[in-house]
C-alpha cells in the first residue's frame, strides 16, 4: 500500500511525533522549575544553539555561508514566522500539559494540528500545492474527533 520512501518518512514522522510528546513533557517540568517564560526562552536559545551547530558542522561542503546570506532575502517575511510560532508551541504545550496531562494536551495537539494540516492542504496556503479535501479525510478527522471525545473523556 505504501512505497518504502513513504513508510520511511512515516516513521519519521512518527518519532517527531514522539519526540514532541517528550518535549513538551520537559518543557513543562522546565517551567515548573524556572517559570514558563524563561523556560521558553531557555529551551528556544539551547535550540537555537544546536541548529547552529548542525549548520556549521554538517553544511560547510554544501552551502557557503554567504550564499545562505545572499537568499535571505528572498525568502517571504512570513516563512520567518516559524520562530515566533516555535516559541508560542512550546509556551503552549508546556502550560497546557501540567493542568491536562501528557496524553490530554497531546490530543488536542494532534487534533487541531490534523485540521491546520488539511486546511493548509485544501487552501494551498503558504506556496504548497492544492490538495483536495474529500469525504475519506473528513471520515477520517470525524473518526479522530470521535477518539479524542473518548481519550478526554474521565
Do not use: C
Request: proline share 4%; aromatic share 10%; hydrophobic share 55%.
Amino acid at each position: 500500500m505504501f512505497s518504502g520512501e513513504t513508510l520511511l518518512f512515516l516513521l519519521i514522522a512518527g518519532l517527531a511525533g514522539a519526540l514532541m510528546a517528550v518535549q513538551g513533557t520537559l518543557n513543562a517540568l522546565a517551567g515548573k522549575i524556572v517559570g514558563l517564560i524563561p523556560a521558553t526562552f531557555i529551551v528556544n536559545l539551547l535550540g537555537s544553539v544546536a541548529a547552529g551547530l548542525l549548520l556549521f558542522s554538517f553544511n560547510h561542503n554544501t552551502t557557503a555561508l554567504g550564499e545562505i546570506l545572499q537568499k535571505i532575502p528572498s525568502v517571504p517575511f512570513y516563512a520567518w514566522l516559524g520562530g515566533p510560532i516555535g516559541v508560542a508551541i512550546i509556551y503552549g504545550v508546556a502550560v497546557s500539559i501540567p493542568r491536562l496531562g501528557v496524553g490530554s494536551a497531546t490530543t488536542g495537539i494532534i487534533t487541531f494540528q490534523l485540521l491546520t494540516a488539511y486546511a493548509i492542504d485544501h487552501f494551498g496556503l503558504f506556496g504548497r500545492e492544492h490538495l483536495p479535501f474529500n469525504w475519506i479525510k473528513l471520515t477520517g478527522i470525524l473518526l479522530l474527533a470521535a477518539g479524542s471525545y473518548l481519550l478526554l473523556k474521565k
